[in-house]
């Protein structure tokens, strides 16, 4: 089967890329949803309402989360360029995308936005990694006490890192 299904890719690596770019794409559409329902009470100090979805959606998305950390470690290197390039416009739309609703939620400037985004996705990918959710290593860090140091969750260290970005480019300029 898995001969069957490389015939139509390049590689092994372009099925995870396609999956990835997907990805990008799907969380985009959830992630601007999520920043669009913001209560209007939360608009004023919007910076913790904003990385909470921003985390939220991510972590959502399991297998995204996981590519996260793979594509520019080996999914990108073992492609074609064409196929990379596909790949990168898909993402950087996606960014983009979100990026401006970051930008309408919080008043902060294109390139800040667009390092918001970036910070979000990297760091997911990272602490995915880390989180070693459903994995016998997660298990260990679960049930050894000399290693509950290393457990990682998810989805409050996210919100706390961006939490911090964006509170620190909304009043940068104050």
């Not at 100090?45 to 991510?58: C, K, M, N, S």
Request: proline residues 5%.
């Amino acid at each position: 089967m898995v001969a069957r299904v490389l015939r139509y890719f390049e590689t092994r690596e372009e099925i995870f890329l396609r999956l990835a770019r997907a990805a990008w794409a799907e969380w985009a559409h959830a992630a601007v949803g999520a920043l669009d329902a913001i209560p209007a009470a939360q608009r004023r100090a919007p910076e913790r309402a904003v990385a909470e979805r921003l985390a939220a959606t991510l972590v959502q998305r399991p297998l995204f989360c996981d590519l996260l950390a793979h594509v520019p470690l080996n999914l990108e290197r073992g492609v074609s360029a064409p196929v990379v390039k596909d790949f990168k416009l898909t993402a950087i739309d996606a960014a983009v995308s979100v990026a401006a609703a970051v930008e309408t939620r919080t008043g902060i400037e294109g390139s800040e936005a667009m390092n918001v985004i970036a910070t979000a996705t990297a760091m997911a990918g990272a602490l995915w990694q880390m989180a070693a959710p459903g994995t016998a290593l997660r298990t260990l860090y679960e049930t050894d006490p000399d290693l509950a140091h290393a457990l990682v969750d998810v989805e409050p260290r996210l919100t706390d890192i961006l939490t911090a970005l964006l509170t620190g480019y909304t009043h940068r300029g104050r």
